[in-house]
């Protein structure tokens, strides 16, 4: 089994949380019947396979199910492509051609079309300290995230995505693009423990989400693989 990269996307100025994410950077190397296994395996709430690195051609897997897109994959896989030598202008999963960049060190940015994220609905609480407060999905929804204003620009949130296996998630760029589509403006989100996405809205149709990546390390899998903490 190839190396495994572990990457934190989407995380905060002081480079802490952010959401884990494995990639696998010679994705062809493992089979295709073992990649949601594997996914599984890992635990996080994503994991990508770079089966083409000239073409950056991406599956990206939950635990649970394979998606035709997903944000902060997107994003880490831009960041670390660009950090291994071959940096991209466009990524491929089965979504189709997805705009992406990394313009310095320890940025990165992909832009998506609304209907191509997962159908996450989002529902407006009244304060930060409401969505706070939430103990569980709100409305008993499975595919559903609750913001709240606290200024002008930022917005307090948490995403809660059961139906793709993942109780709550720590920074969900879908869903963020789903929310700035909804809101037609650009936005920071808060999402998380402490996990930040910038997302704007394009002249195109397109909505870009950018954030901060960390590499957390290179591990191999299955007999070196620990879940980092971040």
Partial sequence: MPDVHV???FVGSDGSHGNLLAAFLDGAAVPVAERQSTAAAIGFSETVFVEDRARATVRIFTPAVELAF???????????????GAPTDELRPPAGRVPAGAPDGDRAWVAGKPEWAPPFEWVQLESPADV???????QGHDLIGAY???DEQTVRARVFPARLGIAEDEATG??????????????????GRGSVIDVRTRDDGLVEISGLVVLEGVR???????????
Wanted: aromatic share 8%; net charge positive.
């Fill in 7 to 9: 990457l934190r996307v």
């Fill in 70 to 84: 997903a944000g902060h994959p997107l994003v880490g896989t831009a960041w670390l492509l660009a950090r291994e």
């Fill in 132 to 138: 706070e407060a939430l103990t569980s999905a709100p």
């Fill in 148 to 150: 709240a204003w606290e």
């Fill in 174 to 191: 879908a869903a963020a693009i789903r929310l700035a589509a909804r809101l037609g403006r650009a936005v920071t989100i808060r999402q």
């Fill in 220 to 230: 191999s899998y299955p007999s070196c693989f620990s879940r980092p903490t971040g």
